[in-house]
């Protein structure tokens, strides 16, 4: 038995290419090849290459897959188009936030649930005890991909140079598959990119455009150089978790273990509106959810804002946000330099009477000093389409 960090099919890749590693979530992935800025600025004004195999995916399949993660999410699965993507949320049956999620329908009967790294498990496990009685089948393809994810603006223009155009939306055996041209946001169907057969999708995590191609392991290298090598011209540089996280900071994009809890409802989070009360049928956490929006109404939580500072020193995860008086109104949640604004950052839950963008005298406890902060709605940067 060893407690070593698994290593994605890329691992000598990103070695050759001098990355700095990092053990998360198990897994040895790539932190930064350059520096954080470079690689920040690459993917918002031109392109990065990330590995995000460390992702876990599991397969559901069978007449009931819909409805077994109709009962199993908070969100209305069954209901996706073949082709279609969806972000929702695994809950307990106390409301609170196992992870959040993004459920592809590949097939009628057949369906990929995305979750963290971190929760890959206890996603799989959920699903596994909250199986029986329906006539679906699930299956653990942590092992079965690799993950490569093209991210920025000429992300479309690098995939077009090494994927072929397609002249119908069905195959010979009539299934969906993948018109670059055509394929929206949130959406994800089988293409081949530089000859290898992928499954093209369109769910970024940096408030860019871009596209995550999931492929066999064995591929994995073929495909990472040659989208090297589409995108050398265009300036596309290989990016860690590092730039990863700042960008989608930048997005205002939530992370589970920062923003998302299983102390959290998503009412609490802010993100009610992946709840799908109306659907058809029971789901697990119905009852307290329920409750939770209803107390929302009535007495709002703390919500989520976003913090920029009018100084230079850098809030992080766990640093009180307090009133001019010095109470604590609420807590940073996640928080970093923005290559973008130039500026530190954060995302915190504030108490409700602070949180309207403007609200004066709020700051941030940085080691016993208070930082004065401007309260604004998230996200902080918004790409324009």
Known sequence: MTDAPRRTALDATHRALGATMTDFAGWDMPLRYSSEREEHVAVRTRAGLFDLSHMGEITVTGPQAGALLDHALVGNIGALKVGRARYTMICGPDGGILDDLIVYRLAEREFMVVANASNAQVVLDALTGRQAGFDAALRDDRDAYALIAVQGPESPGILKKLSPKVSTSLDQGGAPIADLDGLKYYAGLPGTVAGVEVLIARTGYTGEDGFELFVRPADA??????????????????????????????????????????????????????????????FVGRAALRAAAERAEQDPPRKLVGLIAEGRRVPRAGYPVVAADGTVIGEVTSGAPSPTLGKPIAIAYVDAGYAAPGTEGVRVDIRGTHEPYEVIALPFYKRQK
Request: contains cysteine; proline residues 5%; aromatic residues 6%.
């Open 221 to 282: 290298v073929a495909l990472w150089t040659a989208l090297t090598e589409a995108g050398r011209d265009v300036g596309l540089i290989p990016c860690g978790l590092s730039c990863r996280d700042t960008l989608r900071l930048e997005a205002g994009m939530p992370l589970y273990g920062h923003e998302l809890t299983t102390a959290l409802t998503p009412f609490d989070a802010g993100l009610g509106r992946v709840v799908k009360f109306e659907k058809e049928g029971d």
